[in-house]
């Protein structure tokens, strides 16, 4: 494939990194359009791709054309690519927030992906959610899902409803993790604990927890009721949970994160 990224941030060099490393395609067929002298210097270093610091250089060497500058800057990048598409080329848009209505009358071209990945495709472990044009032919769904599957796992979806859906519970949810993480270590610290081993005893409380989950035929909710014991340790910490409406506080979260992906899609 021959795949040009405009804008290289942390999740463009991810990008970058997984289509390498997974030989989805070759440095010498991947171009990289970066503004940051830097930066681009730096991309050009580690993985011996074309560079340049004007789009237009890297959008006429590519068949597939990732668009992953920051939302602030999708309308001067717009200004500056606008019409320069060809009929056969495919754009996929991972700009959080930015619908398709928007990247089709701004880019004046039709075949679009809007994907919306999370952090941990950095490490080859992310959670990507997408959906299409009509104009995007076969052949581009597989390779758009062969780019997306080198940073984890995907999932493609008919209505682009479903990818502020996905906003809110994927591509914002490693900070709800974290958060919950966070917590926990500080309430360890609170107990007594140093922090260097509250915070080893939380790192695998959490990937033992997910690694029993992945590794059971059991669903959540009967997992969590065979560590509950009844009056025991276990159940005491769940009521204070439950008292404290934990469910109803995570929903009205998402909620809250839902719409304001909505909202900044216009």
């Not at 597989?142 to 997306?148: D, G, V």
Request: proline share 3%.
């Amino acid at each position: 494939m021959k795949i040009a990224l405009i804008g290289c941030g942390n999740m463009g060099r991810a990008i970058l990194s997984a289509i390498i490393s997974k030989k989805v395609s070759t440095p010498e067929n991947i171009s990289v359009c970066e503004i940051n002298k830097d930066c681009r210097e730096l991309i050009a270093k580690d993985f011996a791709v074309f560079t340049s610091d004007n789009s237009a250089d890297v959008i006429k060497r590519s068949d597939i054309v990732i668009l992953a500058v920051k939302p602030q800057s999708l309308e001067e990048t717009m200004k500056q690519i606008g019409g320069k598409f060809c009929k056969g080329q495919l754009v996929i848009s991972i700009i959080a927030g930015k619908c398709i209505a928007t990247l089709q009358n701004g880019l004046k071209h039709n075949a679009i992906v809007r994907a919306m990945p999370n952090t941990p495709a950095q490490i080859g472990y992310g959670m990507t959610v997408w959906t299409a044009t009509e104009a995007v032919d076969g052949q581009q769904m597989a390779q758009t899902r062969t780019i997306l599957e080198a940073m984890g796992k995907e999932i493609f979806v008919s209505d682009e409803d479903s990818i502020d859906m996905a906003t809110a519970i994927s591509g914002s949810g490693p900070a709800y993790v974290f958060l919950f993480m966070e917590s926990l270590i500080q309430a360890a610290e609170r107990l007594g604990l140093p922090h260097d081993k509250a915070n080893e005893m939380v790192m695998q409380l959490m990937i033992g927890s997910i690694k029993y989950v992945l590794s059971s035929d059991q669903p959540l909710d009967k997992l969590r009721e065979m560590v509950t014991s009844p009056g025991g340790t276990t159940a005491a910490a769940l009521t204070v949970f439950a008292n404290g409406n934990l469910i109803g506080l995570v929903e009205e979260a998402v909620t809250a994160a839902y719409n304001r992906a909505k909202e900044l899609g216009g």
